[in-house]
Antibody, heavy 122, light 107 residues
């Protein structure tokens, strides 16, 4: 079955960087864009950007440009999201999600990874 | 600020019908997709496209759209449907955007 498995929880100090991994299985990794979404405690979902696993091309939300880097390793079907210069308000659960698009059905995210809690605290 | 607007909270009596709405200009041109999120869990896709349900989603969930408003309807709400619901679509720049979410309470 299609599955995304993310790396474990992280605790970081302000100013540090964090790199979260997302390992895909059950489908052709290079065939679908991978998006990253985060959710601060008690808040809604916030879109961060995507990576095209085939080409490595990326598109980041303006809010995160200059601080986020999305990469992939096709040999192990894994996508990565690195966020730098962490602040306390970056404390959130970070999700990866496979993106599907159809001219007939529109587009959607399915499935989602289980989430990775990143805590930024001094 | 989000370009997709949802009511923060909605309630429904057990077994009754509830509609959760999502408003935004991009919805005039693009479909919304809908996600259910229960506490401590990752979001789950419930509706995509005009009105499509992934395998495993009960048929009491349906979607519709009119003008700048997309709707998720639960016909015969069950206790297990109590959750947060989020819509998603493109924004004006072609990136993705989520609605602020609607907390559904089943009474």
């Amino acid at each position: 079955q299609v599955q995304l498995v993310q790396s474990g929880a992280e605790v970081k100090k302000p100013g540090a960087s964090v790199k979260v991994s997302c390992k895909a299985s059950g489908y052709t990794f290079t065939g679908y864009y991978m998006h990253w979404v985060r959710q601060a405690p008690g808040q809604g979902l916030e879109w961060m950007g995507w990576i095209n696993p085939n080409s490595g091309g990326t598109n980041y939300a303006q809010k995160f440009q200059g601080r986020v880097t999305m990469t992939r390793d096709t040999s192990i079907s894994t996508a990565y999201m690195e966020l730098s210069r962490l602040r306390s308000d970056d404390t959130a659960v970070y999700y990866c999600a496979r993106f599907l698009s159809s001219s007939w059905y529109g587009d959607w995210f399915d499935p989602w990874g289980q989430g990775t809690l990143v805590t930024v605290s001094s | 600020s989000s370009e997709l607007t949802q009511d923060p909270a909605v309630s429904v009596a057990l077994g009754q019908t509830v509609r959760i709405t999502c408003q935004g200009d991009s919805l005039r041109s693009y479909y919304a997709s809908w996600y259910q999120q229960k506490p401590g869990q990752a979001p789950v896709l419930v509706i995509y496209g005009k009105n499509n349900r992934p395998s495993g989603i009960p048929d009491r969930f349906s979607g519709s759209s009119s003008g700048n408003t997309a709707s998720l309807t639960i016909t015969g709400a069950q206790a297990e449907d109590e959750a947060d619901y989020y819509c998603n679509s493109r924004d004006s720049s072609g990136s993705r955007v989520f609605g602020g979410g609607t907390k559904l309470t089943v009474l």
